[in-house]
């Protein structure tokens, strides 16, 4: 009965030290999963913040672009209802040698544009200004979503 009883005890002992093996084991495994987690919802945070900040860039830049429009649609429309004028400093030799009462003085000497040609450079000069917005949300853009590339 002492040989069943030592051997019921070692065989415990040996089962005990495998359990206790298998909980380090399991606790370890544990440990790293649980790491590995608050990595994960760390990383989940930064991505939310990164897109929460990029949804507000996108507002910002569309309401300027909007208005930019706008301040450009009423330029147009104001150079082609004649409300606004366009023109060029301009030289015109032969009204500059002549004599007369009705001398400009020190006064620039203006050209007016056509109002055609006038909401073709209000068109060209918009385009610039567009390019110029794209450029700068562009680089928002980057400087929020990867902050290392600064």
């Not at 930019?68 to 400093?89: H, M």
């Not at 209000?122 to 980057?142: E, F, P, S």
């Amino acid at each position: 009965m002492t040989k069943y009883l030592l051997a019921a005890i070692a065989a415990l002992s040996i089962v005990s030290i495998l359990a206790f093996w298998r909980l380090d084991h399991v606790r370890a495994s544990l440990n790293t999963q649980t790491k590995r987690v608050s990595e994960l919802t760390a990383s989940l945070e930064s991505r939310k913040e990164t897109q929460r900040l990029l949804t507000q860039l996108d507002t910002e830049h569309t309401q300027e672009r909007e208005r930019a429009n706008q301040t450009n649609a009423d330029l147009r429309a104001a150079v082609a209802a004649g409300q606004r004028r366009l023109s060029i400093k301009a030289t015109c030799p032969a009204v500059r040698a002549s004599t007369g009462t009705a001398s400009l003085g020190n006064a620039e000497a203006r050209a007016d544009i056509d109002p055609a040609a006038g909401e073709r450079i209000i068109r060209i000069a918009n385009d610039g200004d567009d390019a110029i917005r794209a450029l700068t949300a562009l680089q928002d853009y980057i400087n929020t979503a990867c902050p290392a590339a600064k």
